[in-house]
């Protein structure tokens, strides 16, 4: 069993940056790969970026790569997603995930586990 919890969202300027977090609790946290993922009002819930467990590759979606970038702490057993020239069309609640999968982070039937969500607005 894991539980996450994100922080880090707001209200931003386009252009600006926020840093997201997710804490997650369980001693297997290193096992797991870690998905971020945003849902806009009205659309479905997309794929933004994950890390593996065991290499720490690192994916995005082509909307946002160049622009943010995905770590993780397994020490502190977190993951950040750090958005850099942020658009209005990033708005959405953003949401971390855990997964057990070792392919296809990008669906979100590969993760078992998910936060409450936090929510992003960008301004223009």
């Known amino acids: 069993q894991v539980q996450l919890v994100e922080s880090g969202g707001g209200l931003v300027q386009a252009g600006g940056s926020l840093r997201l977090s997710c804490a997650a609790s369980?001693?297997?946290?290193?096992?797991?790969?870690m998905g971020w993922f945003r849902q806009a009002p009205g659309k479905e819930r997309e794929f933004v970026s994950s890390?593996?467990?065991?290499?720490?590759?690192?994916y995005y979606a082509d909307s946002v790569k160049g622009r943010f970038t995905i770590s993780r702490d397994n020490a502190k057993t977190t993951v950040y997603l750090q958005m850099n020239s942020l658009k209005p069309e990033d708005t959405a609640v953003y949401y971390c995930?855990?997964?057990?999968?070792?392919?296809?982070?990008?669906?979100?039937?590969?993760?078992?586990?998910w936060g409450q969500g936090t929510q992003v607005t960008v301004s223009s």
């Open positions: 890390t593996g467990w065991r290499f720490g590759s690192t």
């Open positions: 995930a855990a997964s057990s999968y070792t392919s296809s982070w990008d669906r979100p039937a590969s993760y078992a586990y």
């Open positions: 369980g001693r297997t946290f290193s096992t797991y790969a």
